[in-house]
């Protein structure tokens, strides 16, 4: 062999060598972000079979969100009127408002006035069951049957089990003779499903114009995973800390109408087609870092000495990561801002042509990314003398700002969620759909997406899905939790 051949190929192997052992170095050496913490001590006082009838009743008020004149109102006032029987004590305590005649906001005065104050969200509306799909439950979606212990139905787990979570902690609570220092909001929207705008972004606004000092927001989101984190066998507990932003746009595509029998070589639905595809084609980067990030840097503790050996190195792994991360819907959406074409319109003739074709596309936004960014970069990509790019709709929200990881509203988190699972190790995290929560980012940043529910990849399609169903065990956690939390403030 030629001497400068064997010179490179040793120096290729060193860098080999040298790649590899600090790969392994930094593998080995992982610091863990998980630290002890005290649980709270709670009495139960909740009778658990008495609150899980609660919910069960709760469940069979199909209370589905709609903002159309020819909505059935009358589930919601069931809904209400059930809440005042069950939780008299509390309804005895805390002042009620009614926001658009339907979103409930409770305000549960704390004993120290000057003390700042915290909100629970949770919303009474649910997603209706797809016409088609009634018979695929295996028990009747607004049945509230209880089988092989689960509750099941829809409401389960969005979000009915928080609503009445949270009033039978904060009931049995109150019931004891004991009150919150901090003054306490709880806030029942009525439309979350449907953008929040007229519920808890009413009540959001009004704290503002109040000039209300929050100190934590806690609202669904996130859960505990089993075996969805990669290189972690059990289970793991995702706080998430900020949620993605929202912008829908109109594509416009324009052309010479005229009969259909004599089509011009440009038409404006076919310019149309070729912008979507072009869209399709140019996906917006994407990168591990901020919470998607930090997701791993505190998970990182619990991996395996393989996964450990990936994730303490993306300086050299990310592409690998990405790739597969990329390749499917839920994991995409964790690290890029997502483009979704929902609708389409053109002529309303069959032998017409549209002098405009329109495209609505749905952005969900990486907190990387901010609207103004988004919609320069789409003119850039798309923009023409044709192509008309418009933001649409009232529902536009920027990515939330992160909530801090440490500081009050995080730390109580924490110390509930040791007091029903101890063992559950805990991580920041994303939400890539939008929550009620996003409302009220301008009151504080420290707004908490979390209930301790355990899920497997399965419980996922039930979101919204069929075969709602939420475990007995599950639920009265749920109820401890929220104990836990409350006699924190
Ligand atoms: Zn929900």
Avoid at 367 to 395: F, K, N, Q
């Amino acid at each position: 062999m030629k001497r400068w051949l064997t010179m490179v190929l040793g120096g290729v192997g060193l860098a080999v060598a040298i790649v590899a052992a600090v790969v392994l170095v930094r593998a080995s050496a992982v610091e863990s972000l998980q630290s002890e913490v005290e649980p709270v001590e709670v009495e139960t006082s909740v009778d658990g079979q008495a609150a899980l009838e609660r919910l069960a009743e709760a469940i069979r008020k199909p209370t589905i969100s709609s903002s159309g004149d020819d909505a059935d109102l009358e589930p919601f006032y069931e809904f209400r009127r059930q809440l005042e029987r069950d939780f008299p004590v509390f309804h005895d305590l805390a002042s009620r408002q009614l926001v658009n005649d339907l979103t409930l906001h409770f305000t549960l005065e704390g004993r120290d006035s000057s003390a700042p104050h915290v909100v629970f969200l949770a919303h009474q509306d649910v997603v209706p069951v797809e016409e088609g799909t009634e018979d695929d439950w295996t028990h009747p979606p607004f049945g509230g049957v209880v089988a092989d212990g689960f509750l099941w139905g829809r409401g389960t787990l969005d979000n009915k089990q928080n609503v009445m979570a949270m009033l039978e902690a904060a009931e049995s609570w109150l019931e004891s003779g004991e009150s919150p220092e901090h003054t306490v909001h709880f806030v029942f929207g009525h439309d979350e499903e449907i953008g929040g705008m007229d519920g808890a972004r009413v009540v959001a606004q009004q704290m503002e114009e109040d000039g209300l000092d929050v100190v934590a927001v806690y609202d669904e989101g996130l859960v505990i995973v089993d075996g969805m984190v990669p290189g972690i066998d059990g289970p793991i507990a995702l706080v998430g800390i900020t949620e993605r932003g929202y912008l829908t746009v109109e594509i416009e595509a324009r052309a010479e109408g005229g009969h259909s029998s004599m089509p011009p070589e440009e038409i404006a639905v076919t310019r149309l087609a070729e912008v979507l595809k072009k869209l399709d084609a140019n996906p917006r980067p994407a990168a591990i870092d901020g919470p998607t990030a930090m997701m791993f840097e505190w998970a990182i503790s619990e991996m395996d000495f393989l996964h450990r050996m990936i994730f303490r190195n993306l300086w050299l792994f990310e592409p690998v990561v990405l790739s597969q991360m990329t390749a499917s819907p839920g994991t995409n959406a964790a690290v890029r801002t997502t483009a979704a074409p929902t609708m389409l319109r053109a002529s309303d003739t069959e032998n017409v042509l549209p002098q405009r074709a329109v495209a609505t596309v749905n952005f969900r936004l990486n907190p990387r990314d901010s609207i103004d960014g988004v919609l320069a970069d789409l003119e850039d990509l798309l923009g023409s003398e044709y192509i008309t790019i418009r933001p649409v709709g009232e529902m536009r929200s920027e990515p939330s700002p992160l909530a801090r990881l440490e500081g009050p509203g995080f730390e109580k988190l924490r110390r509930a969620l040791a007091t029903v699972h101890p063992d559950v190790p805990v991580a920041p995290n994303m939400l890539t759909g939008a929550a009620d929560a996003r409302h009220f980012t301008g009151l504080t940043h420290d707004v908490y997406r979390f209930q301790p529910l355990i899920f497997t990849d399965r419980d996922l399609e039930r979101l919204h899905g069929t075969d709602e169903r939420i475990a007995v065990d599950d639920y009265l956690a749920l109820i401890e939790y929220y104990g836990a939390l409350l006699r924190q403030w």
